[in-house]
């Protein structure tokens, strides 16, 4: 069957969502294009907010995040139009107490940008997508990128080839904005090995690691306002910035950029996964040889499936004989979008057939070994961006939660293989009651650190008292919304997480754009975590926290969740 053949028998995500939602899987309308009404219309249903800056564009839209599970249906919408109309705004904001949220691309599960449920009446969405996107490189060993925060990695890495410069490592969605990858500390997979010798340069914890340099809006007591900052890396406070979660409003950066590199990547679909995952000191084709060998892997594996999608890169200066070449990212088509019969089995699971999960899941890495083979993208080959990059906004949305596990490079195995051991025990457990509450896959990506004087909220954060500690094991594992028991079975599997990779070992930090906190009522709603476990789990959590209050003591860059979280 031809890939373009495939095509025509498949089904868009919108059509899968729109067909199941009767079953209870989805509303579709939650992913149509969010409506915008413009101030002063007649079909607006909210009272204008008194005293509006003149001249920047304000609508009345819905805010929805990538999995549905937070979404806001009428809330006001600023288009800033320079970084001098968001100093506009948060002065604006500050006279009449009023909050700014900076509005990107919402492919997050967190609610940083807005917690469901949350009182909106006096909050004031921030586009940056439309015109807060300028990108300048600038040359060199390494050269360095000037991008304002609206821009998107699609559109940062695209001016980066045409300059022979790229990112080591980089998320695998591209359309996401550079903002919102910082704000969280966003990252890759690929740690350099033993023997290589990255471009000046290179990066291989978070992207935010990377800044030099950013401007953000920030408060002015000696002009009794808000204005635009530039800090430096020579400036402490830089470091609190890096890694904000929303609690600032940053409008440009600089980051270093290396010589770009030809990636190869070779996806294996023939590994059982007890290998994969196996112990350590098992030998064979483990998750931690590929680590070993080339630095850059991950693994995707269903539940309820024997062998795991591997995609693992490697340097290759030259194209190998029988890979492909990729002249654009986004070569795996078939992994963003979704079948008829996966659709069918969708709508059942929804509406109370959790049996049929394992059919399911079987499927859906059948059409991974299927579609590698029909579109030949099993040994692909090209510039960096075009085989990091993979996953489209096209792909079926789900829920997700997130940890990075800091161990030594020598226990990456042994955190992988107790990981797996613990969810399949506990999926056995669910199941012989009767239960699924997982039907999307776990994730499994590797990086390095981020250094002591980065980043001071990155998950990624070396510590300082525990150098070996030099590898970040990222564990995320997926379902999908509204999945009958997925709640408590992600609430027992985050709290053996926090447990477990502790001592001389290892630790543990949420992924901040995931879900964490879990309790019954879902994430972010277990107290003890949000206000003790994760700040404890960060060496300089207290400095982070005053440096951004000092900078907006009137909290105009806040939510009401990040008024528990960094108080």
């Not at 009428?74 to 001098?84: H, M, S, Y």
Request: proline share 7%; hydrophobic share 40%.
């Amino acid at each position: 069957m031809s890939d373009e053949s495939a095509r025509h028998h498949s089904l868009t995500r919108r059509s899968l969502l729109g067909g199941a939602a009767a079953a209870g899987l989805a509303a579709a309308a939650g992913l149509r294009p969010a409506y915008r009404i413009p101030a002063g219309s007649a079909a607006a249903t909210l009272a204008p907010p008194p005293d509006f800056p003149a001249g920047i564009p304000l609508a009345q839209q819905a805010f929805r995040n990538w999995s549905l599970e937070i979404v806001v249906e009428n809330v006001w919408t600023a288009t800033a139009r320079t970084p001098d109309d968001v100093v506009a705004l948060a002065n604006w904001a500050h006279q009449h107490g009023y909050r700014l949220r900076a509005r990107g691309k919402g492919h997050t599960w967190s609610p940083l940008v807005l917690p469901a449920g949350a009182d909106t009446s006096r909050t004031v969405l921030v586009d940056t997508t439309t015109h807060l996107t300028a990108v300048s490189v600038r040359g060199g060993s390494p050269g360095s990128v000037t991008a304002q925060t609206g821009a998107t990695l699609d559109t940062l890495l695209a001016r980066l080839e045409e300059s022979g410069l790229g990112l080591a490592t980089t998320t695998a969605p591209g359309d996401l904005t550079l903002g919102g990858v910082l704000a969280i500390g966003g990252h890759g997979t690929g740690v350099p090995t033993a023997t290589e010798n990255p471009p000046a340069g290179s990066g291989f914890g978070t992207l935010s690691a990377l800044v030099t340099s950013l401007t953000a809006v920030v408060w002015s007591a000696a002009d009794g306002r808000y204005v635009l900052k530039t800090f430096t890396r020579g400036d402490a406070d830089l470091r609190a910035f890096l890694v904000h979660l929303g609690r600032a409003f940053v409008t440009e950066v600089t980051m270093t950029a290396a010589a770009n590199t030809r990636i190869r990547c070779q996806n294996w679909y023939d590994v059982n996964v007890a290998t994969v995952f196996g112990p350590p000191g098992t030998g064979g084709r483990t998750l931690g040889s590929y680590v070993d060998r080339t630095g850059r892997v991950e693994a995707i594996w269903f539940p309820f499936t024997d062998v795991p999608w591997l995609k693992v890169w490697s340097v290759a200066p030259d194209k190998p004989l029988f890979a492909k070449q990729l002249d654009g990212p986004y070569a795996y088509t078939f992994a963003n979008r979704v079948t008829e019969d996966m659709s069918k089995l969708l709508g059942q699971i929804a509406a109370g057939g959790g049996d049929k999960t394992p059919v399911f899941t079987k499927l859906a890495m059948s059409i991974v070994g299927s579609g590698l083979i029909v579109t030949g993208t099993w040994d692909v080959w090209g510039w960096s961006k075009n085989s990091l990059l993979y996953v489209e906004p096209t792909t079926l949305r789900i829920v997700e939660a997130g940890w990075a596990v800091l161990t030594s490079r020598a226990n990456v195995q042994r955190v992988v293989h107790e990981f797996h051991a613990r969810y399949q025990s506990l999926l056995t457990t669910y199941q012989n009651r009767g239960s699924y509450p997982v039907n999307g896959p776990i994730e499994l990506r590797i990086t390095g650190t981020d250094p002591a004087d980065g980043p001071l909220l990155s998950p990624a954060r070396v510590r300082p008292d525990h150098p070996e500690w030099d590898t970040v094991v990222w564990l995320d594992f997926a379902t999908y919304p509204g999945t009958p028991g997925a709640t408590p079975f992600f609430r027992e599997l985050e709290q053996w997480i926090w447990q477990n990779y502790t001592g001389s070992y290892a630790t543990v930090r949420p992924e901040w754009s995931k879900g964490w906190a879990y309790t019954d009522g879902g994430p972010w709603t277990d107290s003890s975590v949000v206000g003790g476990t994760v700040p404890a789990a960060f060496d300089n959590w207290r400095t982070a926290r005053e440096t951004l209050n000092s900078y907006d003591p009137s909290r105009v860059f806040s939510n009401a969740f990040l008024d528990t979280l960094l108080p």
